[in-house]
C-alpha cells in the first residue's frame, strides 16, 4: 500500500487536477496598481458635525427670537430716546422719574398684588380642599363632573359671561371693590386647579392617612399635617398660575372696576397713549419693566425652593 503526501492546504488544482502552491500578494509597489479594492470611506462623522451645527444654528435663531423682546425690553427704559428697535441706549433714568411720577402707576402695582394675591390664596384653599374630597371619597359620577367642570370653565368663559357676571356683582354690590374682582376671577380658575391638584392627590399614598387615623386625627388635621406637606410642589404649581393668570387679566378688573385708584396694573398700562392712540414708549417700556418685575421674582423663588421638575409625568 503506497502512501501518498498530503495536499497543501493553500493550493488550488491546475487545469490538469494537480494542486500548484497559492503565491500570497506582495507588498504595493509605490506607482504601481491598487493591491486590491478598499472599503469605502465613512462619512458618518462628517454628517454627524454637520448636523450638531445646523441644530445649534437653529436653536441660536430661536433663542435670538424670543431674546430680543426681552433685551428690549431690559434697555429701553434706560434710553432717552426709545424706539421698537433694539439699539445701544442712551442712559437716563428720566423715564423712571416720570413714571413715579404718574398718579396711578405705584398703586396699580400694589392694587395687582392684592387681587393677584388674593385669588391665588382663594383657589389654592378651595382647590386642594374639592381635590382632597375627590380623590379620596367615591363619588358616584365624580369622573364626569370634574370633567364637565373643566368643559364648561373653558367654554363659558369671563367674556362669555360678562353681562350675567356684572349683573350679578352688581346686585350683590360687588362693583367696584377688590373682593368681586377676587371672586370673579377665582370662579374661573378653580376648575382647572381642582383638576390639577386631584392628579397630585391621586399619587400621595393613603397609607400615611390611615396610621394618622388610627391615632384619632381629624380629617382636617390630615389634610394640614400629611397630605399639605406631600403635594406643596402642587399647590406651588398652582399658586404661580393662578398669580399670572389674575397678573395679566384685564378684561373682568376693567368692567368691574370704576375707581381709577383700584385699577390694576394692566389696566393702567392700556392709559399710558397719546390722545391720538400711539405707544408712549418711554412710559409703556419703563412701566412694563415694572409690571413684570415682581412675577418673575415670584416664579424665581418658588422655583429655587420648591423646583419645577417632571418625574413620571407628575409635576413636582
Known amino acids: 500500500m503506497s502512501s501518498e503526501p498530503a495536499a497543501d492546504p493553500g493550493a488550488h488544482p491546475g487545469p490538469a487536477g494537480a494542486s500548484e502552491p497559492r ?9 504601481g496598481p491598487a493591491p486590491g479594492p478598499r472599503s469605502p470611506v465613512r462619512h458618518a462623522p462628517v454628517r454627524h458635525a454637520l448636523g450638531r451645527i445646523s441644530s445649534t444654528a437653529f436653536l441660536a435663531l430661536v433663542a435670538a427670537f424670543f431674546a430680543l423682546p426681552m433685551l428690549w425690553l431690559a434697555s429701553a427704559p434706560f434710553d432717552a430716546h426709545p424706539s421698537i428697535t433694539v439699539s445701544v441706549p442712551e442712559f437716563t433714568l428720566a423715564n423712571f422719574r416720570a413714571i413715579l411720577a404718574n398718579p396711578y402707576a405705584a398703586g396699580s402695582i400694589v392694587n395687582s398684588v392684592i387681587q393677584a394675591g388674593g385669588a ?23 369622573d364626569v363632573l370634574l370633567y364637565v367642570l373643566l368643559l364648561l370653565s373653558s367654554v363659558v368663559t369671563g367674556t362669555a359671561a ?25 370662579g374661573g380658575l378653580l376648575p382647572a386647579a381642582i383638576f390639577i391638584l386631584k392628579d397630585f392627590m391621586d399619587a400621595t399614598p393613603t397609607s400615611y392617612e390611615e396610621s394618622a387615623r388610627v391615632f384619632g386625627a381629624s380629617p382636617m388635621q390630615i389634610l394640614r399635617h400629611i397630605v399639605v406637606p406631600l403635594v406643596r410642589p402642587g399647590l406651588a404649581t398652582v399658586a404661580v398660575w393662578a398669580v399670572a393668570s389674575v397678573w395679566g387679566g384685564f378684561l373682568m378688573q376693567y368692567i368691574l372696576l370704576r375707581d381709577p385708584d383700584k385699577s390694576p396694573s394692566a389696566v393702567v398700562l392700556f392709559t399710558l397713549y397719546t390722545e391720538g392712540g400711539q405707544p408712549d414708549l418711554p412710559l409703556i417700556s419703563t412701566f412694563s419693566l415694572l409690571y ?11 422655583s429655587s425652593r420648591y423646583g419645577f421638575r417632571f418625574h413620571g409625568g407628575i409635576k413636582q
Open 292 to 302: 413684570s418685575l415682581p412675577v418673575v421674582l415670584m416664579y424665581l423663588f418658588v
Open 120 to 142: 391665588a390664596v382663594l383657589v389654592v384653599v378651595l382647590a386642594a380642599l374639592a381635590a382632597y374630597a375627590l380623590s379620596r371619597v367615591r363619588v358616584p359620577g365624580r
Open 162 to 186: 360678562m353681562v350675567p357676571i356684572f349683573e350679578l356683582a352688581t346686585r350683590l354690590g360687588l362693583v367696584d371693590t377688590h373682593l368681586g374682582v377676587i371672586l370673579v376671577v377665582s
Open 23 to 31: 503565491i500570497p500578494p506582495g507588498p504595493a509597489v509605490p506607482g
